[in-house]
């Protein structure tokens, strides 16, 4: 705790250098999301680990769904992954065909213990700035894809295949930061199958992108007889400027390990992060 907390000490000072050397980088954002840090680090640790894996970020736009047309870099997302879906598709299907048994990231008995342990998979290609030994190995025209996307992406998220089983329903549940958003490419979607982020529910189309914001109570069903696949990237939120990012970074892999740990949320107090980020925007 004494390291950690010199490292804030260290950013705070660093910050009011950085906001006279860059006026128009928004850091007073990144500034009231480590004041807000620091509050919960300060409180009662009766519920530490929930507590230190909150960083909400305040001053940028906080909805359930975007839209491709509404970012430049969201269009470029898009239009790189749907203009080759076609490789995409055909490597994860030479995968599935090959037999092969690739370990997923997590047991999903562990995450919902509604689910058995393998009804939802993931088959992580990209995490921690790197790109996995699995991808490069099943998936090199998919990695070559997505090493143009790079700049985009978060740098503690990850990209992975999701196989959801038939008869599998995610129950509600929330990630802990909103200071990225989730893209979903449609690979094999049966019928019957569906996502509710925010209250408002959409379907996959194979072969196209979904963009949103799972900071927001998610939940995903297939009800279908077949497998569903998509291909999930976490993409830095479009608003921030490039100086935000950089202290971000530095922020999420310095200051707490839990946040690269962290698979779904411990925030379950939904309403208390709205009114949070709501009081920040006045």
């Not at 009662?44 to 839209?67: D, V």
């Not at 999903?108 to 992580?124: H, R």
């Not at 979607?189 to 408002?200: A, Q, R, S």
Request: glycine share 4%; charged share 20%; aromatic share 14%.
């Amino acid at each position: 705790m004494v390291k950690q907390s010199l490292k804030i000490t260290l950013v705070l000072l660093s910050i009011k250098v950085l906001k006279i050397f860059f006026p128009k980088g928004n850091i007073h954002r990144f500034e009231s999301a480590l004041k807000f840090y620091i509050t919960l680090s300060q409180e009662s640790t009766a519920n530490y680990a929930q507590k230190m894996s909150t960083f909400l970020y305040p001053g940028i736009t906080h909805k359930p769904w975007y839209e491709a047309h509404e970012y430049n870099i969201l269009t470029f997302v898009q239009n790189q992954l749907q203009q080759q879906f076609n490789d995409i598709e055909s490597e994860w299907l030479a995968y599935f065909l090959s037999g092969c048994n690739i370990v997923s990231r997590f047991n999903a008995n562990n995450l919902f213990t509604s689910l058995k342990e393998d009804d939802w998979k993931a088959y992580l290609l990209w995490e921690k700035g790197n790109f996995t030994q699995i991808g490069l190995s099943h998936f090199p025209k998919t990695v070559d894809i997505l090493s143009k996307l790079e700049p985009f992406l978060y740098p503690v998220g990850h990209i992975e295949f999701y196989v959801m089983k038939p008869g599998v329903v995610l129950p509600p549940h929330t990630d802990n930061i909103n200071t990225s958003l989730t893209c979903h490419l449609a690979i094999v979607i049966p019928e019957d199958c569906g996502i509710k982020v925010g209250g408002k529910t959409q379907g996959w189309i194979k072969g196209q992108t979904l963009f949103f914001d799972d900071s927001f109570e998610h939940e995903a069903w297939n009800k279908s007889q077949e497998e569903r696949v998509v291909l999930s990237l976490d993409l830095y939120h479009p608003e921030l400027t490039k100086i935000e990012k950089t202290l971000l970074q530095f922020v999420l892999k310095n200051l707490n390990s839990s946040f690269e740990e962290d698979v779904v949320n411990k925030i379950q107090d939904t309403q208390y992060k709205e009114n949070f980020l709501d009081k920040q925007a006045l």
